[in-house]
């Protein structure tokens, strides 16, 4: 079996056993009742999710948070109201595979994420097969699971998408197919903020290439460029400005400063704030090893992608979303390779980090915010 075929078997087992475990966790979560049918009805905006059958039970269990305004804009289009403050490749998409679903936006939304989930697993087990690296007897694609609020990557939301922009972007600057990882930037930004993590690791291997530095470094700016456009398309539109829109939504602003009487507030940490928090320091780790490593650019792309939601957090939550955002940091499932080996430490450490993607996953059902 060539390396491509072996890269894309791993992809779709792995999804396979992740989408099916979480699809029966879901299912027995409504099953069992522990759904209140009117829990949450004041964040749908009079979308009305089904209660009985098995499109309850399967599919608009997920219907969330973020996941409500991006089919709010598939239906109704954008606004001077929340909805302007999402980035519109996700929605865009996934009206697309709505339409062909036969108006079921919210499968059409959960298909593109599931997809885009497989891509990254392919993407990650091929840049494995070129990167050099102390390699560990299992694959990096495994590691995933030992994310917290990894499951994020195979719901309604568009961080699956994101990550497989970016790693397809990195991929063909490192084989030097630089209109493509321009054109790949360019979608990445259209499709969410994080992507401007992804122009630091462009510019970075773009500096260590001396041949064709210059061309390397103007195409590394292809997250911006898209970042840019959606931003100038809604001051176009008259629509608030984007951070008085954040600040209005969920009390981010630009800096840092952290409210201590906030932070020490137990039930933030014990419910919902460890999942940040773990993926903070595991991306320090990471950032860490790269260094270590002599992998300069996956440092600098790592730490930047870490600033990213601390400097835009809440005081009273620094952390806040970090589980959620850090979920593009690829370094750290390379990390995790060196970091943990076969045996009885990996084994307890994988069962603690199903229970955790379970409980989270479990909460998120429930209407529970996670980051």
Same mark, same amino acid.
């Given at each position: 079996m060539n390396m491509h075929m072996r890269s894309l078997l791993r992809a779709i087992t792995t999804w396979s056993v992740w989408r099916v475990g979480l699809s029966f966790w879901g299912y027995f979560i409504w099953w069992?009742?522990?759904?209140?049918?009117?829990?949450?009805?004041?964040?749908?905006?009079?979308?009305?999710p089904a209660i009985e059958g098995a499109r309850a039970g399967l599919i608009d269990i997920w219907m969330r948070w973020d996941t409500v305004h991006y089919l709010r804009i598939i239906q109704d289009?954008?606004?001077?109201?929340?909805?302007?403050?999402?980035?519109?490749?996700?929605?865009?998409?996934g009206k697309a595979f709505g339409f062909v679903l036969a108006g079921n936006n919210l499968l059409g939304l959960l298909l593109v994420s599931n997809l885009a989930a497989i891509g990254c697993f392919y993407l990650i087990d091929s840049l494995e097969?070129?990167?050099?690296?102390?390699?560990?007897?299992?694959?990096?694609?495994?590691?995933?699971?030992?994310?917290?609020?990894?499951?994020?990557?195979?719901?309604?939301?568009?961080?699956?998408?994101?990550?497989?922009?970016?790693?397809?972007?990195?991929?063909?600057?490192?084989?030097?197919?630089?209109?493509?990882?321009?054109?790949?930037?360019?979608?990445?930004?259209?499709?969410?903020? *994080?992507?401007?993590?992804?122009?630091?690791?462009?510019?970075?291997?773009?500096?260590?290439?001396?041949?064709?530095?210059?061309?390397?470094?103007?195409?590394?700016?292809?997250?911006?460029?898209?970042?840019?456009?959606?931003?100038?398309?809604?001051?176009?539109?008259?629509?608030?400005?984007?951070?008085?829109?954040?600040? *209005?939504?969920?009390?981010?602003?630009?800096?840092?400063?952290?409210?201590?009487?906030?932070?020490? *507030?137990?039930?933030?940490?014990?419910l919902r704030g460890w999942p940040n928090l773990l993926a903070f320091f595991m991306g320090v780790g990471s950032v860490l090893w790269a260094y270590r490593n002599h992998k300069l650019e996956w440092a600098a792309y790592e730490a930047a992608l870490l600033m990213i939601p601390v400097m835009s957090a809440p005081s009273f939550e620094p952390f806040d979303g970090l589980a959620r955002y850090a979920l593009i940091g690829f370094p750290v499932f390379f990390a995790l390779s060196t970091w943990i080996s076969n045996g009885w430490w990996r084994l307890i450490l994988f069962a603690l980090a199903i229970g955790g993607n379970l409980y989270l996953s479990g909460l998120f059902i429930m209407w529970g915010f996670i980051g």
């Open positions: 069992k009742g522990l759904i209140n049918p009117e829990g949450g009805r004041e964040w749908l905006y009079g979308i009305e289009g954008y606004g001077p109201d929340e909805r302007s403050a999402f980035f519109p490749l996700y929605p865009f998409i097969q070129i990167e050099d690296y102390k390699v560990k007897s299992h694959p990096v694609v495994s590691n995933l699971i030992f994310y917290p609020a990894a499951f994020f990557l195979i719901v309604a939301y568009p961080q699956s998408l994101v990550l497989l922009f970016s790693l397809a972007a990195y991929l063909a600057q490192k084989k030097n197919l630089l209109l493509l990882s321009f054109i790949l930037g360019i979608v990445a930004g259209l499709t969410h903020s *994080t992507a401007l993590a992804l122009t630091i690791l462009l510019i970075a291997n773009a500096l260590a290439d001396k041949r064709i530095r210059k061309i390397k470094f103007i195409t590394a700016f292809g997250p911006v460029l898209g970042i840019v456009i959606f931003m100038a398309w809604r001051m176009q539109a008259g629509y608030p400005m984007y951070q008085e829109l954040q600040w *209005t939504m969920s009390n981010r602003s630009i800096g840092f400063g952290i409210d201590l009487e906030g932070v020490m *507030t137990p039930g933030v940490w014990l």
